[in-house]
């Protein structure tokens, strides 16, 4: 069946590459961009609005509903990645970032909400990351960013179980984006007892996501089997095979063994 669907961040990334995959499937979809004039050969549309503003995600609700009576599906793409030791990081940076990847994704929810409760239906995809699972060094803010999405999601599916209402997560690993030009470097200090350790694991950073990330479509191909499903999962993980392994090993070693691999597997 075709469905309504809004994504957010929809103008590049694994929110375009979503937004052009449920399109090619016949789905009706309306992707959000701060800038949306800049893509005007989207296959899809897309309205000008910023996850940071409670006043543009009321418009965009309320222009969907207003052109398509209803919103089937909820995507939470918008988001932003971090890097910097937590000593180090500027609280406002830390702010800007919760902003977009957590308050955000949360305020379209509350607004959302309103409109499937009526049709007694609907799907929310929070897409969080496998970083959310584990605390890596040097991107502790962008973990504990993406860890409180996934909580998050348990809670109010307990809450919205009554309303014929579903919410998941998606984790994918690293994905081939432009993930690392729009990514918050709270740290350049060349002085700082962190920088030596810090930059091996940022220049490991860019090459994971540049060489040995995923194709976003593989994300996009999940999304579209999530949404054709009556029930589905909490947790949804996608990624090389070794990021996934990882939260399996997580869970299975002991605390200390787990980080004395983790931190061997980032030379620290």
Not at 28 to 41: H, W
Not at 53 to 76: F, Q
Not at 80 to 95: A, H, K
Not at 177 to 183: A, E, G, L, W
Request: proline share 4%.
């Amino acid at each position: 069946m075709k469905k309504v669907i809004i994504i957010t961040g929809a103008s590049s990334g694994i929110g375009k590459s979503i937004g052009n995959y449920l399109t090619e499937k016949g789905h009706i979809v309306y992707g959000t961009s701060r800038k949306p004039e800049k893509y005007p050969k989207s296959e899809f549309t897309l309205v000008k609005s910023d996850i940071n503003k409670k006043s543009d995600i009321l418009d965009l609700v309320n222009y969907v509903t207003a052109n398509e009576g209803k919103i089937d599906v909820l995507i939470n793409n918008a988001g932003v990645g971090y890097t910097g030791p937590v000593e180090e990081s500027r609280i406002e940076d830390i702010e800007s970032l919760f902003s977009t990847n957590f308050f955000g994704p949360i305020e379209m929810i509350k607004n959302t909400l309103p409109v499937m409760r009526k049709n007694n239906s609907g799907l929310i995809i929070n897409i969080t990351s496998i970083a959310g699972y584990i605390g890596l060094p040097f991107r502790g803010i962008f973990c504990a960013s993406k860890s409180a999405l996934e909580i998050l999601t348990e809670s109010l599916r307990s809450e919205i179980k009554d309303y014929g209402i579903k919410v998941v997560n998606v984790a994918p690993g690293d994905v081939k984006t432009d993930v690392v030009s729009r990514r918050i470097d709270s740290f350049n200090d060349k002085n700082s007892i962190y920088f030596k350790k810090y930059y091996k694991t940022w220049k490991s950073m860019n090459e994971d996501v540049e060489v040995g990330g995923i194709d976003p479509l593989k994300v996009s191909k999940l999304v579209l089997r999530i949404i054709n499903k009556n029930n589905p999962k909490i947790h949804y993980i996608v990624g090389k095979p070794l990021q996934k392994f990882s939260i399996v090993l997580k869970k299975v070693l002991p605390d200390l063994v787990f980080e004395k691999i983790l931190n061997k597997f980032n030379k620290l």
